[in-house]
């Protein structure tokens, strides 16, 4: 009886993963985004994999041991939802959920929020080892741009 | 002389050898929420079955960055849930983190003191509103009369992330033991236990692995826990011992507009003497919940969920539990399934409203676990609602 039950649950779960994913085809356009790091940062390349794994906390030192301080702007910032939909391939909430768990558990910390680019682009360029994104249109100086390699 | 003793010199140096202001160290976050609940045709919020206000949580916690390897984290929470669990504040995790390795594609990592269950899917954060699907969490897994055994250990837990071509894994693994309160000894042996139950050794391991650039989650997690109760003078239990162990699966998709949740488990669960000299009780449960949630808007979230539990999997429908008590304990104390729908609305910056409706066949996962109340519970169907208002920072 309760197998029975598991099975019939168990299909309809996966139409509906399906259903989900081609849900997920129509996507809207979003503006381009640029990564941008302090200067001290020896790195000039990321790949997406490890721009998710800075992002979501899990990197926190880059390859010279120096440590990581990552910016972003809020959640409902059209910055912040391109960047995390197109560069690291993330649903903000997607990002918000894993920031949760490190801050409301003990894990670890979240990133610093910052409330416009223009304090992005100043915070970054006063901390070494520090990463944030900008608008592709916004100009900057006194910070470096990282190119994101596409796998 | 005593505003420079070694402790405090020590912090001061700390804060200066790590060349950062004391705010760059420390982070304070926190939660504040309020509910209204009731359950009713069940003791599981309140013996009368009112409408209730026992649905509070409120959390502050701290991390304090000693140095590029040491950090402390500790939070404190007051708790109110009626009979699903102990009232009253408590802290809910306290422990040093410490690096061993931090490289850009591993960390590993130590965390010594009162830690967090990790093991689980909503199990780190099972008290903090704004990050669970629902207020009143999947009752197979996230079993409420067992809760503060499942809330984590005192004790040590280790963690390694890793990257490589298959995706991100996690590994956790945990060592220690609780200690059950008074009123969770009652909730799981009944309000006449006047002995006590001691958490003896608990060990948990769970992995996680995210394929490559996906939305996609797996993960597994096994754990084993003993337990020892000592009779007390007059008591109606005997000196006894209990183990449970149990094997989890669990997935995650995170789409767009829609995310699904699944967690199923097996649960071994071996009793011997307590109910009586010679007794002897070894049963597998099952349990598992399917969960979808819609994101209706960016601030608009819809859930569903069907969450199922078999006491014991070779009597699905509890008639053995009805033949041995010779017809006093109904069989719908060997299951429970349960129907939930729910919503929620973040109407303000980090304030947000949730609602939701139970509708549940069985008691089988309603306190007291080894002797039912036959009283309060005395119907095999019965419904809950909720409506918690939380604010985060």
Redesign the interface.
Known sequence: MLQMKYFIIFCVFWICIFAGIRSEAAQSQFQKVKVIVNTSVPASTVSEQQIRRIFSMRQTVWANNQSITVFVLDKKHQVHQAFSTNTLGMFPYQLERVWNKLVYSGLGEEPIKVNSEQEMLDRISRNPGSIGYINSNTEYENVKVLKVIKE | MKLLSPYRIYILCCIFISGQGFSDSL?V?G?VSQGIVQAVDSNFVDDDEDVSFKLTEV?L?A?Y?IN?NLRV???GVYLNGGNRYPEGLRID?L?L?WQLL????W?VKA?IGR??N?HWLYS??RD?P??RPSIVLPQSLYFDAFRDVALGVDGLVL?A?T?NDFG?WDVNFSIGKSKISKQEQQNLLGKSVIGELNHEIDKQFSLYWRP??S?MQWGISILDADFKYDQALGDTFFDGDETSQRVMFNML??????E?A?EIMKERVIVNNLLFPGYKSDATG?GGY?Q?RF?AT?DVTLMAR?D?Y?RDRKD??GSQIELLSGGMVPGYFGYMDQATVGASWLFSKNIQIQAEYHRVKGTSRLAPFFTPDLIANDSKYWSMWAVQLMYWF
Do not use: C, M
Request: proline fraction near 4%.
């Open positions: 982070k976050h939660f959390g916690n991390s960055r590029n984290a500790g939070q995790y422990f983190d931090n490289s850009p594609n960390k965390q830690n967090k990790y780190s954060t903090v704004h990050t963690i992330t990257d991100e490559k650039l939305n998709y995170q789409g767009e507009k829609w699904f699944s099952e399917l979808s994101f960016p069907l199922l078999d699905r429908q």
